[in-house]
């Protein structure tokens, strides 16, 4: 592969990657916010809190697939490089169904572990995303710098 394809590749990839640490970026901030109404939920916040909190949840899961999209499109522009996309955020049926039917500490607690789960997992992914992206951008300068003397 020649200089100036590599240099394709790699501003390809860069793309890829900044699309998927925005959409990373804006689960969290939708995460962090679910996070919060449930810990009004379990502070006795009641039914409404966690109809707010289901709301944000119903959210963030949206945008957890939309990030986990981006990331399979940046790891096939990085066939070599492998990120853990394993960032499901899935409280099942039942937890979802008994925070609703038995709105108390217990279920409040159990959904409220989910999300922080989901958000570690998320700030981890954050942080791998943000660690190629500057690798990638190091060896990009670095091709570029290649081609322009050859030019």
């Known amino acids: 592969m020649n200089a100036y394809d590599m240099k ?4 390809e990839a860069i793309i890829a990657g900044e699309c998927a640490l925005t959409l990373l970026s804006d689960a969290e901030e ?3 916010g679910a996070e919060g109404w449930g810990l009004l939920d379990m502070l006795g916040g009641g039914f409404f809190f966690t109809l707010a909190k289901r709301s944000k ?4 899961k949206k945008d957890l697939e939309d990030a986990q999209r981006a990331l399979r499109d940046f790891q096939r522009e990085l066939k070599d490089v492998t990120i853990s996309s394993d960032l499901r955020f899935d409280t099942g049926g039942f937890l979802s169904f008994a ?3 038995f709105d108390n500490a217990f279920f409040d607690f159990l959904v409220q572990r989910k999300i922080d789960k989901a958000n570690r997992q998320l700030k981890e992914a954050i942080g791998q995303v943000s660690s190629i992206l500057n690798a990638l951008e190091e060896k990009y300068r670095t091709v570029s ?3 322009e003397e050859k030019t």
């Open 99 to 101: 925070d609703y039917a």
């Open 57 to 60: 949840m119903k959210d963030a």
């Open 8 to 11: 394709q590749q790699l501003r």
């Open 145 to 147: 710098a290649y081609t």
């Open 30 to 32: 939708t995460l962090s």
